[in-house]
C-alpha cells in the first residue's frame, strides 16, 4: 500500500584515488574500523557479495561489531527527547524512539549485527518494535528490515527506497550489484517527493509523546532520501544528507548529486534550530552549527571543482589543484579522502 502525501564515477576511478576500495566506515567509531582491501573479479549479478568485495566485507564485520548506545539529553526526564537515543556501530546511525506505542527505529543497520542490535533494544525498554524508517536504500541502513519485519515492524521510507529494494540495482564506486530485496524486507508504507524546489514532502506520525514528520526529497545524497523530526523533542535524523565531519558519498548511480546535496542541507538547515539535536547518517549527533558547516564545505568545494573543470582541466588535473586541501585535515579523514570527493564532486558539475 502506497500512500501520497502533502554522470557516474567509476569502481576503477573511485578505488584508484587510493588504492583501496575504502575503509569499513559504515561499520561504526573511526578507531573501530577495519581496511576492506580492493575487491578481486566479482560479478555483477552476485548481490556484492563477491569473495573479498567491499560490501560482504562489511557485513563480515557486522558480526562482530559493538554497539554504543548514546541516549539524547538523558539528563530531563520527561522531556520528550528522553526517549530518544542513538544506537552506533552497525551502518548508519540508527534511532530509537521507545514508549507504550512501542519503538520506532530510524535505519535498520547490518543483518549481521542482529544479536547486538537486539541486546542493545531490550537494554533500552522491554517494548517490541513496532515501526521502522528508512532514511535512504543503501545496504547500511536497510539491510536489517527483513529481520526487524519479522519481529513486527511495518516498514516506511521514500517510494524510491521501495523501488530499489525491488529490483536489481547496481553501485559501481562499491563494485556491487544489488539484487531484489525479500519480500519482507519493502516499505509497506511509501512516500513521494514533491516537486517544490525543496524537495520535502511527507506524513506525520504520532507515537509515545511526540510528532514524528517523515519527509521525503528530491534527489541528494541517493533519490530516494527522507529525513525524520521527532518535532516535540527538537531531534532530527537527516540520514546520509548529512555526515557530520566527514565528506560524504554521492550515490550517482541511483540519483545522486552533489548540487542536490547541497539543496538539502539548505532545506535542512531551515527546519532546525539553536537547540535542535541534527542526528547525521555517519559521524555524532550535531546541531545548527554543524549542519551550516558541511553545507559550507560542500559549496566551497563545489564551487572550486565548477571553476577549474570550466577552464577545461581533466579530472586527474583538477585532482591536482587539491580543490578540497583546506579541508582536508578535519573532513578528509574518514571513508572519503580529498581527492576522491573531488572526484564525486566534477562528475557533478
Known sequence: MTIEHAGAVSRRTFLAS????????????????????????????????????LVPTFRKQAQTAKITVEKLRPGSPGS?????????GSGGNIAVLHGKDGKLLVDAGLAGSRPQITEALAGISAEPVKHLVNTHWHFDHTDGNEWLHESGATIIAHENVRKRLSESTRVDPWDSTFPPSPAGALPAFTLRAA???????????????????????QPAHTDGDATVEFTDANVIHLGDLF????????????????????????SNLAKVGAKTIVIPGHGPAGGKAQLSEFRDVLVAIRD?????????????????????????AKWGTFVINGELFTRLVYAGV
Open 80 to 88: 520528550p527527547a528522553s526517549n530518544i537515543s542513538i544506537l552506533i
Open 195 to 217: 516537486g517544490a524546489k525543496d524537495g520535502a514532502m511527507g506524513m506525520t506520525l504520532h507515537l509515545n509523546g511526540t510528532a514524528i514528520r517523515i519527509d521525503a526529497y
Open 18 to 53: 587510493t588504492g583501496l576500495a575504502a575503509t569499513a566506515a559504515w561499520l561504526g567509531p573511526p578507531e573501530n574500523f577495519l581496511v576492506a582491501q580492493e575487491p578481486s573479479g566479482g560479478s555483477a549479478g552476485s548481490g556484492g557479495d563477491e569473495a573479498g568485495g
Open 243 to 266: 555526515w557530520n565531519g566527514h565528506y560524504p558519498f554521492i550515490d550517482y548511480d541511483t540519483g545522486g548529486s552533489i548540487n542536490g546535496m547541497i539543496r538539502a542541507a539548505e
Open 304 to 328: 572550486n571543482v565548477a571553476a577549474l573543470k570550466k577552464q577545461g582541466k581533466s579530472i586527474d588535473e583538477v585532482v591536482a589543484e587539491k580543490p578540497t586541501a583546506t579541508f582536508d
